[in-house]
C-alpha cells in the first residue's frame, strides 16, 4: 500500500514537472486524487485523477500512447499517456519497478533522540559522490517519448 | 590517479586507484566481472539464470555456488530486517537489490589482489579501501536529494562503504491530524557500514521503512547513517559525525 501511494505521488510530481517545463501562462486545473490498482501482473499501479495542475500550452492529438520503456536498473519503468482535449490528462505506470514485501513493522518501542539538522550545500571537492540510483529519471524518458508520440 | 568509469547494469560503474601499476588487464578483470553479473542476474536478460527460475526452468539442484551465495546473504537480510527485504515478491523472484552490493563486494575482492588502495563504485554505492591520491582517507559527497549537482555533506571513509537509497519525487502524505501539518518523509538514507554488502541491503530497507528507518540503523552495530528529509533537515545516527569532514 505504501508503494502504491508513493508511486501515485511519483505520478504526481511528474505531472507538475511537465507542467511546469511545458506552460507558458496557462491556467491551473485541478483535479482531485485517486489511485486504482495492479493493470499488469508485473504489480504495475495505475494512478488516475491527480492534484497536478495540467497546464500545458503545448497541444497533443488525442488518444494513448505506450511510452518505450526505460532501464532503471531496479526494473524497466513504463508509462502510458493519455490526451484528451489536447492535454495530457492521466498517466499509467505500466511497469515499475519491483515491490518490497513491507507487511511487518519493526518495533518502534524507545526510539532514541537523533540529532537533526539543516542540510547545507557543500563545495569542497570529493573523490566521489553516494546518491540513489535514479527511477525517476526513467520515469521521465517512458513519458517523453509517450509525448513525443501524442504531438506527431 | 587511474580513473574508469563503464556504463554497465544501467548504471556508471566508477573505479578508482591512486596505484598506477594497475594494468589494464587488472581493470579489465573488474569490468569483466560486472557484465558477467548482468548477463547472470539481471531480470530483464532472458537468458539470465534470474529469467530462467521465474519461468520454471531451474530447479534448486541446478543453482551455482554464486547463486547460492547470493540467496544465502537474501535470507539472512530478509530476516534481519524483519521482512521489509525480500527477493521473492508474489512468487517472482528478483534478487537485484542484494547483487548490486554483492557485485561491489567481489569486484573489491579481484581489486584486492593488485592494490591495497581503491574506490569501486556502482550506480552511488561505493566501497573503498585505503587512501586517495594524497594519501588521505576518500573524501565522498553525499548527494542532495533535491539536486543531483550538489552535496549536502561530505565524510571520510577508510576500508568501509557507503550507500544511499531514496528519491527526491514526494511519495506518501502523511498528515498530522493534531499539529495540522504533514509529516516529514525521507528523500534519501545513506548507510555507512564495513563493507558494501551490508551497507546497501540496510540502506535499502532503512528507505522502505519510512521515518522508522534511521532508528532501525541506529539500534544496529557498527552502522551509521544520515536520512535527508523532504523539509529539507536531515537526521543522523549518534556516530555519524565521526565520519563529517568540516568544510
Known amino acids: 500500500m505504501y508503494k502504491k501511494l508513493a508511486v501515485a505521488g511519483f505520478v504526481i510530481a511528474t505531472f507538475v514537472i511537465y507542467s511546469l517545463h511545458q506552460r507558458n501562462e496557462g491556467s491551473q486545473v485541478v483535479q482531485k486524487v485517486s489511485t486504482s490498482q495492479n493493470v499488469t501482473s508485473q504489480n504495475a499501479v495505475s494512478s488516475s485523477n491527480t492534484t497536478s495542475?495540467?497546464?500545458?500550452?503545448?497541444?497533443?492529438?488525442?488518444?494513448?500512447?505506450?511510452?518505450?520503456?526505460?532501464?532503471?536498473?531496479?526494473?524497466?519503468?513504463?508509462?502510458?499517456?493519455?490526451?484528451?482535449?489536447?492535454?495530457?490528462?492521466?498517466?499509467?505506470?505500466?511497469?515499475?519497478?519491483?515491490?518490497?514485501?513491507?507487511?511487518?513493522?519493526?518495533?518502534?518501542?524507545?526510539?532514541?533522540?537523533l540529532k537533526q539538522e539543516a542540510i547545507q550545500i557543500q563545495s569542497a571537492q570529493v573523490d566521489g559522490v553516494s546518491g540513489a540510483t535514479d527511477t525517476s529519471q526513467a520515469f521521465e524518458e517512458s513519458l517523453a517519448d509517450a509525448l513525443t508520440q501524442a504531438k506527431a | 590517479m587511474i580513473k574508469e568509469t563503464r556504463q554497465i547494469m544501467g548504471m556508471p560503474i566508477v573505479l578508482m586507484t591512486p596505484d598506477e601499476s594497475l594494468t589494464n588487464e587488472n581493470i579489465g578483470e573488474v569490468f569483466s566481472f560486472f557484465r558477467h553479473v548482468d548477463e547472470t542476474y539481471s531480470p530483464f536478460i532472458e537468458s539470465s539464470i534470474v529469467s530462467r527460475i521465474n519461468r520454471g526452468g531451474v530447479g534448486e539442484p541446478e543453482y551455482t555456488d554464486e547463486l547460492r551465495e547470493i540467496l544465502a546473504i537474501a535470507k539472512s537480510t530478509k530476516r534481519q530486517t524483519n521482512g521489509y527485504f525480500d527477493?521473492?515478491?508474489?512468487?517472482?523472484?528478483?534478487?537485484?537489490?542484494?547483487?548490486?552490493?554483492?557485485?561491489?563486494?567481489?569486484?573489491?575482492?579481484?581489486?584486492?589482489?593488485?592494490?591495497?588502495?581503491?574506490?569501486?563504485?556502482?550506480?552511488?554505492?561505493?566501497?573503498?579501501?585505503?587512501?586517495?591520491?594524497e594519501g588521505s582517507p576518500w573524501r565522498i559527497g553525499i548527494r542532495n536529494p533535491f539536486d543531483r549537482h550538489q552535496n549536502v555533506k561530505i565524510i571520510t571513509l577508510k576500508d568501509s562503504a557507503i550507500a544511499t537509497s531514496g528519491t527526491a519525487i514526494r511519495g506518501e502524505h502523511i498528515y498530522d491530524p493534531i499539529n495540522n501539518k504533514e509529516l516529514n518523509e525521507v528523500a534519501s538514507i545513506s548507510v555507512i557500514a564495513p563493507n558494501i554488502i551490508d551497507a546497501d541491503r540496510m540502506a535499502t530497507a532503512a528507505f522502505a521503512m519510512g521515518a522508522k528507518g534511521i532508528h532501525f540503523i541506529e539500534q544496529l552495530d557498527g552502522y551509521d547513517a544520515y536520512a535527508v528529509m523532504h523539509d529539507k533537515t536531515a537526521i543522523t545516527t549518534t556516530g555519524w559525525h565521526n565520519y563529517e569532514i568540516t568544510p
Open chain 2, 87 to 133: 527477493v521473492w515478491y508474489k512468487g517472482n523472484f528478483d534478487p537485484s537489490g542484494i547483487v548490486k552490493g554483492w557485485a561491489i563486494a567481489k569486484a573489491a575482492q579481484i581489486l584486492g589482489k593488485y592494490t591495497d588502495n581503491f574506490y569501486i563504485e556502482a550506480g552511488g554505492d561505493i566501497q573503498v579501501s585505503g587512501a586517495n591520491d
Open chain 1, 53 to 113: 495542475p495540467v497546464a500545458s500550452t503545448v497541444s497533443y492529438k488525442d488518444g494513448s500512447y505506450t511510452g518505450k520503456s526505460s532501464d532503471a536498473f531496479y526494473g524497466y519503468v513504463q508509462v502510458r499517456a493519455t490526451i484528451t482535449g489536447g492535454r495530457l490528462s492521466d498517466v499509467t505506470i505500466l511497469n515499475y519497478p519491483q515491490d518490497r514485501d513491507n507487511s511487518v513493522e519493526i518495533n518502534n518501542a524507545a526510539l532514541p533522540r
